[in-house]
């Protein structure tokens, strides 16, 4: 194993949450600090709430307000290149273009 390319192991880094909680763990930095902890998730405390500490829930609930929106917009679209006639996609010969067929 090489010598000197290993980060420093701290053994007694304090962990901080947001909530007030305070723990120690064993890390490469010497102090954290965290969002959320098990003291305060959802998942461990049993509480409905979110979890969105950067308004990832409401961008994407503005997302699915702008698509319900363009929905009858995107359906007339495809019902109107539904109707179109589809071309032939193979190449033309000598004569067909020549006729104008």
Same mark, same amino acid.
């Given at each position: 194993?090489? /010598?000197? =390319?290993? &980060? #420093?192991w701290f053994t007694d !880094?304090? +962990? !901080?949450? +947001?909530?007030?909680? /305070?723990? !120690? =763990?064993?890390? /490469? *930095?010497? !102090?954290?600090? +965290?969002? =959320?902890? @098990?003291?305060?998730? &959802?998942?461990? /405390?049993?509480?409905?709430?979110? #979890?969105? @500490?950067?308004? *990832? =829930?409401? @961008?994407?609930?503005?997302?699915m307000e702008t698509a319900?929106?363009?929905? &009858?917009?995107? #359906?007339? *679209? *495809? #019902?109107?290149?539904?109707?179109?006639?589809?071309?032939?996609? @193979?190449p033309k010969s000598l004569?067909?273009?020549?006729?104008? +067929?």
């Amino acid at each position: 194993m090489k /010598t000197k =390319i290993h &980060p #420093a192991w701290f053994t007694d !880094t304090l +962990v !901080t949450c +947001v909530c007030g909680k /305070t723990f !120690t =763990i064993g890390s /490469t *930095k010497q !102090t954290l600090n +965290v969002d =959320i902890c @098990s003291q305060c998730h &959802p998942y461990f /405390t049993g509480e409905m709430r979110y #979890a969105d @500490s950067e308004g *990832k =829930i409401e @961008s994407f609930q503005k997302k699915m307000e702008t698509a319900k929106k363009k929905a &009858p917009e995107l #359906a007339r *679209k *495809k #019902a109107k290149k539904a109707n179109l006639p589809q071309e032939d996609a @193979s190449p033309k010969s000598l004569k067909e273009m020549l006729m104008g +067929v």
